[in-house]
């Protein structure tokens, strides 16, 4: 079965830090997407890469930025954190010629 | 504007009953139509899902019904067990292209 980590699992943080949320996996997929979920709803995209060195705004606007420089690895990164970014982010990837996503068990990060 | 569009968003089933949520999408050029499965602190999980060219697909307790015409598509899940209680997503996507997901439904079975 596929793996894809995220770390921290859980992150609490003061406003105006600069933090990174990291997001690897193992199955060598190019696809790989950032996801944006408040408490039980809706799953936002808000960056997804098609491979090294490409990187894209998802459909939800995001002060965050993403980039990909292994297959790998997609972490994401926020310059100034915010109240407002308090969420779930959920990293997922998926394979070249198969449909399915494969999510990892996302960051809880809140802003104090 | 939402392309996928999911009711109820929550869901109270008893043990042993069946539980049925909906879905209905407008772009025509999906092709792909997954639901995913989410149980708290956990990411979505693929759950089971369908291509336009089949009416039904079932697996295990669980059964996807797919109406073209109407372009919508639904989950059952048969004897419905307080281990199902999850929030479950809908969602379209076409030719390997990124997923769209629907608001989600929170399922609660009780015993």
């Known amino acids: 079965e596929a793996d894809i980590y995220q770390t921290p699992r859980y992150l609490v943080i003061g406003t105006g830090k600069k933090i990174t949320l990291e997001c690897s996996q193992t199955?060598?997929?190019?696809?790989m997407y950032w996801y944006q979920q408040d408490p039980g709803m809706e799953l936002h995209l808000i960056h997804y890469s098609y491979g090294v060195n490409s990187t894209e705004k998802g459909d939800l606007s995001s002060e965050s930025t993403v980039s990909r420089i292994r297959t790998e690895h997609f972490p994401l990164t926020l310059e100034s954190a915010r109240p407002s970014h308090t969420s779930q982010y959920l990293c997922?990837?998926?394979?070249?010629?198969?449909?399915?996503?494969?999510f990892g068990s996302g960051t809880q990060l809140s802003v104090l | 504007q939402q392309q996928v569009k999911q009711s109820p968003q929550s869901l109270i089933v008893q043990k042993g009953g069946i539980s049925i949520i909906n879905c209905a999408y407008e772009?025509?050029?999906?092709?792909?139509f997954p639901w995913y499965q989410q149980f708290p602190g956990k990411g979505p999980a693929l759950l089971i899902a369908i291509r336009p060219d089949v009416s039904e697909k079932k697996e295990g307790r669980f059964t996807i019904s797919f109406n073209k015409s109407a372009k919508q598509f639904s989950l059952h899940i048969m004897d419905s067990q307080p281990g199902d209680s999850a929030t479950y997503f809908c969602?379209?996507?076409?030719?390997?292209?990124?997923?769209?997901f629907g608001i989600g439904t929170k399922l609660q079975v009780i015993p």
């Open positions: 969602a379209a996507s076409w030719s390997y292209q990124k997923v769209t």
């Open positions: 772009n025509t050029a999906f092709d792909y």
């Open positions: 997922a990837s998926q394979g070249a010629d198969n449909e399915k996503l494969f």
């Open positions: 199955m060598g997929h190019d696809k």
